[in-house]
């Protein structure tokens, strides 16, 4: 008896174990791999990102000088982060916003509209 009094009042008097989501956001751990991120003006599309995604998600087209993203196919896995050859992939600590559109481009110099009809662009860099 004794020894649940003074378990419930040390619990009583504890800190709270949980947080009041979403006021209070708990910092992210310093190797999450959270939002994907190509630094795009030092991509040289080469397209081994691609290669290695285990999702498919990433489509590179070295012309037009576009790499894309379905950030609803991506599994944060960091694969295309370790195999780009310039290190221009990164994942960020934080995790992306909700998602509006199925792609995440990236182009040289000012963004340009995906060449298919029903694409919607999203900006990011
Ligand atoms: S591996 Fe790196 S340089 Fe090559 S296309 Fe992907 S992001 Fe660009
Ligand atoms: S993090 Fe993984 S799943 Fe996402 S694009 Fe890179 S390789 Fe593909």
């Not at 310093?30 to 498919?56: T, V, W």
């Not at 196919?73 to 195999?83: D, F, L, R, S, T």
Request: proline fraction near 6%.
């Amino acid at each position: 008896m004794a020894k649940m009094t003074a378990n419930i009042l040390r619990n009583f008097f504890a800190k709270r174990a949980t947080r009041l989501y979403p006021i209070e956001v708990r910092p992210p751990f310093e190797n999450s791999r959270g939002e994907l991120y190509n630094d795009i003006d030092q991509c040289i599309f080469c397209g081994a990102c691609a290669l290695k995604c285990p999702s498919q998600c990433i489509t590179v087209d070295k012309d037009q000088a576009t790499w894309f993203c379905d950030p609803l196919a991506c599994v944060y896995c960091g694969v295309c982060v370790e195999a780009c050859p310039v290190h221009c992939l990164h994942q960020k600590t934080t995790y992306r916003p909700v998602c509006v559109t199925r792609e995440t481009i990236f182009q040289k110099g000012v963004l340009k509209e995906k060449p298919k009809k029903k694409a919607k662009v999203v900006a990011e860099g």
